[in-house]
Antibody, heavy 121, light 107 residues
């Protein structure tokens, strides 16, 4: 069965970077994309970016494209999201999800459990 | 840039009642690239509907989606206790975007 498992919670200081991992199993990793979505406490869902696990093509939200990098490692079926220059309003639960296309950001059918990133001095 | 609006913000209903949730886009969504997700407290979102009207795997048939262009609707025909949650519409394709959500709570 398809599973997406994320790395554990992180606490970071303002200005630091964080890298969250997302390990997929139960399907052929390179046949799909991975998207990243975040949710600030008590708020809605914010799409951050998408990466094709097939060829590494990416698409980012204009809001954070200068601070985020998405990568994948097909040898381990793992995707990574790195967010730099952290600010307090980056405090959120970060989700990865499988995207039902390797060509464009598509709908998201299997989600990780979420990773809480807390930015605090 | 497209903007998604959902209404109402909160819908207070009883189990067994019908729920009708709306999602409007400021610009037409091509190829009906519109999905609906359900999210319960402390859980990841769950895909319900894609392509505006196709149910995702394992989703009960009391959930249905309709609409095209700029106006979309999620209908829950008879609310079960486990359906009380927040529902988000989402545009996908070149510029993914979520709506602000509709909370369905128990009257």
């Amino acid at each position: 069965q398809v599973q997406v498992v994320q790395s554990g919670a992180e606490v970071k200081k303002p200005g630091a970077s964080v890298k969250v991992s997302c390990k997929a199993s139960g399907y052929t990793f390179i046949n799909y994309g991975i998207t990243w979505v975040r949710q600030a406490p008590g708020q809605g869902l914010e799409w951050m970016g998408w990466i094709s696990a097939y060829n590494g093509n990416t698409k980012y939200s204009q809001k954070i494209q200068d601070r985020v990098t998405l990568t994948t490692d097909s040898s381990t079926s793992t995707a990574y999201m790195e967010l730099r220059s952290l600010k307090s309003d980056d405090t959120a639960v970060y989700y990865c999800a499988r995207s039902r296309s390797l060509a464009i950001p598509y709908y998201f059918d299997y989600w990780g459990q979420g990773t809480l990133v807390t930015v605090s001095s | 840039e497209n903007v998604l609006t959902q209404s109402p913000g909160t819908l207070s209903l009883s189990p067994g009642e019908r729920a009708t949730l709306s999602c409007w886009a400021s610009q037409s969504i091509s190829t009906n690239y519109l999905a609906w997700y359900q999210q319960k407290p402390g859980q990841a979102p769950r895909l319900l509907i894609y392509g505006a009207s196709s149910r995702a795997t394992g989703i009960p048939d009391r959930f249905s989606g309709s609409g095209s262009g700029t106006d979309f609707t999620l209908t829950i025909s008879r609310l079960e206790p486990e359906d009380f949650a927040v529902y988000y519409c989402q545009q996908y394709g070149s510029s993914p975007l979520f709506g602000p959500g509709t909370k369905v709570d128990m009257k």
